[in-house]
T-cell receptor, first 112, second 114 residues
Framework: GQQVMQIPQYQHVQEGEDFTTYCNSS?????IQWYKQRPGGHPVFLIQ?????EVKKQKRLTFQFGEAKKNSSLHITATQTTDVGTYFC????????????FGPGTRLSVLP | EAGVVQSPRYKIIEKKQPVAFWCNPI?????LYWYLQNLGQGPELLIR????????DSQLPKDRFSAERLKGVDSTLKIQPAELGDSAVYLC????????????FGPGTRLTVL
C-alpha cells in the first residue's frame, strides 16, 4: 500500500535557526496536506498543496510540492519557541483523495 | 465556531472491558473520521463516514471495534472487549465534505487499558 515517510524523525534547533522537514511518498500524490501537533494537543491543519512544483508561504513557513508530486517539504525560517511540535504530512490513500495516510512526523524542539 | 467535541478526554479500563468514545463534528461537516494515534506516530485511519454511511472501514478491526453515525451527525466508536494493545489516543476529525477535505481534529480520547 501507499506509504508516506518523513525525515528527520527528530530535530533540535536553537531559536532563530532554520528548520526543514521532508516528506516522501511511494506513489504519486494528487495532493498533500501538512499538520502541526503541539505537545499534548491534536493535529491542526496547516496547508494543502495540489499543483506540481507548488510553493506556498505562511509567514515564516514555506511549503513545497515536488515536480513529480511524490515529495514535499516544510521549511521554517528563524524558528521560535512557538514552533515546537510535531509536523505531519498526509497524502491521499488512493486516487480519490478522500482518505489520508499520515507520515510518522518530525518532532521539532526549539531551544531558547 | 465550535470545534470538534470528543468525550471522554481520558478513560482507564481493565482489559476485556468495553469502552465507548463519542464525537460531535463541526456543524455542517458531512465527513467524519476516526483515527487511532499511538505515541510518537502519526494518526491511522480507522473509519470514514460520509453522512451516515461508512464509506471506508477497511482498517477497523471488526472483531472488537464498531462504530456508528446513525443520524449523520455525531458518532460513537466502541471497543469490546478492550485489549492491552488498544491503549492509544482516539482522534475524531471532520471535514466539510470529500471535496473540501481540510480535516479539523478534536482533542482526542486517551485510552489506557490495564
Amino acid at each position: 500500500g501507499q506509504q508516506v515517510m518523513q525525515i528527520p524523525q527528530y530535530q533540535h534547533v536553537q531559536e532563530g535557526e532554520d528548520f526543514t522537514t521532508y516528506c516522501n511518498s511511494s506513489t504519486t500524490l494528487s495532493n498533500i496536506q501538512w499538520y502541526k501537533q503541539r505537545p499534548g494537543g491534536h493535529p491542526v491543519f496547516l496547508i494543502q498543496l495540489v499543483k506540481s512544483g507548488e510553493v506556498k508561504k505562511q509567514k515564516r513557513l514555506t511549503f513545497q510540492f515536488g515536480e513529480a508530486k511524490k515529495n514535499s517539504s516544510l521549511h521554517i525560517t528563524a524558528t521560535q519557541t512557538t514552533d515546537v511540535g510535531t509536523y505531519f504530512c498526509a497524502g491521499p490513500k488512493d486516487n480519490y483523495g478522500q482518505n489520508f495516510v499520515f507520515g510518522p512526523g518530525t518532532r521539532l524542539s526549539v531551544l531558547p | 465556531e465550535a470545534g470538534v467535541v470528543q468525550s471522554p478526554r481520558y478513560k482507564i479500563i481493565e482489559k476485556k472491558q468495553p469502552v465507548a468514545f463519542w464525537c460531535n463534528p463541526i456543524s455542517g461537516h458531512n465527513t467524519l473520521y476516526w483515527y487511532l494515534q499511538n505515541l510518537g506516530q502519526g494518526p491511522e485511519l480507522l473509519i470514514r463516514y460520509e453522512n451516515e454511511e461508512a464509506v471506508d472501514d477497511s482498517q477497523l478491526p471488526k472483531d472488537r471495534f464498531s462504530a456508528e453515525r446513525l443520524k449523520g451527525v455525531d458518532s460513537t466508536l466502541k471497543i469490546q472487549p478492550a485489549e492491552l494493545g488498544d491503549s492509544a489516543v482516539y482522534l475524531c476529525a471532520s471535514s466539510l465534505d470529500y471535496h473540501v477535505n481540510e480535516q479539523f481534529f478534536g482533542p482526542g480520547t486517551r485510552l489506557t487499558v490495564l
